[in-house]
């Protein structure tokens, strides 16, 4: 049986140690010396929480954090590190702007006595969701969409102007209080119930879109898919069934593909999508740049519109690569008829870079968090088009809701 926690540090008597500590508590303990012994093992991460150490011999917990990342690993993270304050806060940040859980920060000359306090505080935590309470909520309603407006970034009389949001689940658990996709979208995926999940989602974007119109809200719904859903047997006769009964206006629809990954059979892929197309839609290739997508894809399938990756998003305005790749992927959807879409504007000197490289719609946290359906409509309400920047601190407190 593997593990529950693992401690990834260099130091011989911090391993010592903390297994010593965590053994106190019920853990079973793993440890790892270096990064690469993360890589060639990547069974080790397969637990409920990680003790990291900010420095690897050449590597740092940043590096060991994107790995994390890309591996969507849910464990709870508590840093360790003899470093100051100040770097572990931007390691704690960093880790959270991925979705990853955090716990916090403790020097090693600590450990003996503080780490107690840590894990008493991750024992209070509730136990994280099973399948088939997952499945339940999907059967009782549980869940509901937040969502997060999308504005223009072209450089003309509609900058600033909300084009649209994109749908993002949430799970209201009786016990648990809203749960975020990273805490049961895996779940979904390891216990065949991404489909039925997705089903309801694109259910409940139609009939919030069906409410907007009626308010006389012309707006773009994006909703996000997996590669599961492309290869689900009669997806096509489905969605024309839910569009029917919603009477969906297609044309403002946007189907995200989270994990083109997936797609094994690219052929097959192109006729639903391009069946999808027919219909109105439009198709996104989400988090471009990054491994799960690939030129290859973008060639050969028919997509309309390019999301560029928040870890790119996030760091142009620091780091001069980052800015070129953007620009680079910028420059490509535009060459290619595509419209480009910026996720994870988090500064308004991002803002700015953006609609200076000719982004043309963008969305993050500097614009407004994701939002519940009815602080989506205060939110809207008393939006100023022509200032979106500076509107976004009044409404903040808001927006964080969700």
Not at 149 to 177: H, M
Not at 305 to 312: G, N, V, Y
Request: glycine share 6%; proline share 3%; hydrophobic share 45%.
């Amino acid at each position: 049986m593997l593990s529950d926690a693992l401690i990834i540090d260099d130091d011989c008597n911090v391993q010592l140690l903390g297994k010593m500590l965590l053994h106190q508590h019920g853990y079973q303990v793993t440890t790892a010396s270096s990064f690469g012994e993360l890589v060639r093992q990547p069974e080790l991460l397969n637990v409920d929480l990680i003790l990291l150490d900010i420095g690897l011999g050449e590597f740092t917990s940043l590096d060991i954090l994107e790995y994390l990342y890309d591996l969507h690993i849910s464990a709870s993270i508590l840093l360790i590190s003899s470093c100051s304050q100040q770097a572990a806060a931007h390691a704690i940040a960093a880790g959270e702007a991925k979705g990853l859980k955090m716990l916090g920060f403790l020097s090693k000359s600590k450990l003996l006595t503080g780490l107690t306090t840590f894990l008493g505080s991750l024992k209070k935590a509730p136990k994280a969701p099973t399948s088939a309470e997952l499945a339940k909520a999907i059967r009782e309603q549980q869940l509901f969409l937040a969502y997060q407006p999308q504005i223009s970034l072209q450089q003309d009389t509609q900058q600033g102007q909300v084009i649209g949001v994109e749908a993002l689940v949430r799970w209201q658990d009786p016990q648990r209080g809203v749960l975020y996709p990273d805490s049961f979208i895996p779940l979904a995926e390891q216990n065949d119930l991404i489909l039925p999940l997705t089903w309801y989602v694109i259910e409940l974007a139609m009939k919030q879109q069906a409410q907007w119109l009626s308010q006389g809200w012309d707006l773009n719904i994006s909703i996000n898919i997996p590669a599961a859903f492309i290869k689900a047997e009669g997806v096509l006769e489905a969605f024309d069934q839910l569009t029917q009964e919603h009477q969906a206006v297609l044309s403002k629809i946007t189907l995200e593909l989270t994990e083109t990954a997936g797609i094994e059979c690219l052929s097959y892929a192109s006729y639903v999508l391009k069946a999808l197309r027919q219909r109105g839609c439009k198709l996104a290739l989400d988090d471009f740049g990054t491994g799960h997508s690939s030129l290859t894809q973008l060639y050969r399938l028919p997509f309309s519109e390019l999301k560029i990756d928040r870890s790119f998003v996030s760091l142009i305005d620091q780091d001069q690569e980052a800015l070129v790749i953007t620009e680079s992927i910028i420059d490509l959807g535009k060459r290619l008829g595509l419209t480009v879409v910026a996720e994870g504007i988090e500064k308004n000197s991002q803002y700015t870079l953006l609609v200076e490289a000719g982004c043309a719609v963008g969305q993050g946290y500097s614009i407004a968090h994701p939002l519940t359906a009815d602080a989506f409509n205060a939110w809207l309400r008393e939006y100023s088009p022509f200032a979106p920047m500076a509107h976004q601190t009044s409404i903040l407190s808001c927006s964080k809701a969700c």
